[in-house]
């Protein structure tokens, strides 16, 4: 399997990276050519078909991870704990209906809830080797859907020398977003950022970028905490629509933000990372 090698700064493509099949591929080589390859991030080919995606196993980490999420605080009450009489509303016998000892029952308007949410550890679990199948599983639906891209590195100097500079305001004709290019003497680091998105055609697209260090460039995580899901207060046609943006490193990765997220963008110390980690003998 191979993709190309794209620079972060300008989007130039550098040469074409040789993947592994196990963990980009999803562990399924029949649907690529004879010779074992095909591209990605780029117009020469698609790569793999998509046969054999497991979609079970991205179901099962799904779930595993939402659990995650959930606070585990929910209750309802139960009989003793509802407000009301405790008194024998009806008498037991010569009504001619059903006999009933409390108005505080589930059936009645006001009573408790019958087998009802109580707090408690929501969270499930799976076997590891399971898990880790469903990353490669979403790392193969990126590849094969043409939204993995793979960069030199995203350690970027223009972007952390724009950290103490301050965003600026825009205003009447500024707002094109020709103007928002970054020239010697321009530090801004959302317009930083922002020119190399448009470089790698990322501009008003969700965005996962993986780094190969244990901790993400400190320079991009600021930078991309600046983009929002929020529309800005200037008129649409001027500048793209903006959407907020991940950057995390390859060890944290995990099976919700690959698929929740359009695009996934890697470098190459972090394809190197992801293949040490999940590549299958």
């Known amino acids: 399997m191979e993709c190309f090698l794209r620079s972060f700064k300008d989007g130039g493509v550098r040469g074409i990276l040789q993947l592994n099949a196990t963990v980009f591929g999803g562990g399924i080589v029949s649907g690529l050519d004879s010779g074992g390859s095909g591209l990605a991030g780029g117009k020469l080919g698609l790569g793999p078909a998509g046969v054999g995606l ?19 605080t929910e ?27 409390t108005l505080r029952t589930a059936h009645f308007v006001g009573g408790y809830a019958a087998h009802g949410p ?9 076997p590891h080797k399971v898990y880790n199948a469903a990353i490669r599983a979403a790392l193969a639906a990126k590849y094969t859907q043409n939204q993995l891209i793979v960069v030199d590195s995203l350690a970027d100097r223009d972007i952390g020398l724009s ?31 922002l020119q190399r998105l448009r470089a790698l055609d990322l501009v008003g697209r969700k965005a996962y970028f993986l780094c190969g260090d244990a901790e993400p460039p400190a320079s991009l995580t600021r930078a991309a ?25 390859a060890n944290l990765i995990s099976v919700l933000p690959v698929l929740e997220n359009e695009f996934l963008v890697l470098d190459k110390a972090a394809v190197e990372r992801l293949e040490e980690m999940y590549a299958v003998e």
């Open 225 to 249: 905490d600046l983009f929002t899901n929020k529309p800005r207060h200037h008129p649409a046609d001027l500048l793209p629509q903006e959407r907020k943006l991940l950057v995390t490193s």
């Open 163 to 193: 950290l103490d500079r301050p965003e600026p305001e825009f205003d009447g004709d500024d707002l094109s977003l020709d103007n928002l290019s970054l020239d010697a003497n321009d530090y801004r680091p959302k317009a930083a950022l």
């Open 118 to 126: 109580r707090p408690g550890v929501r969270a499930v679990d799976i």
């Open 54 to 72: 497991r979609t079970d196993l991205l179901h099962r980490a799904m779930q595993y991870e939402t659990a995650w999420r959930a606070q585990g």
């Open 75 to 101: 209750s309802s009450k139960a009989l003793g704990q509802v407000r009301g009489s405790t008194r024998k509303p009806f008498a037991q016998k010569g009504r001619g209906k059903a006999r009933v000892g």
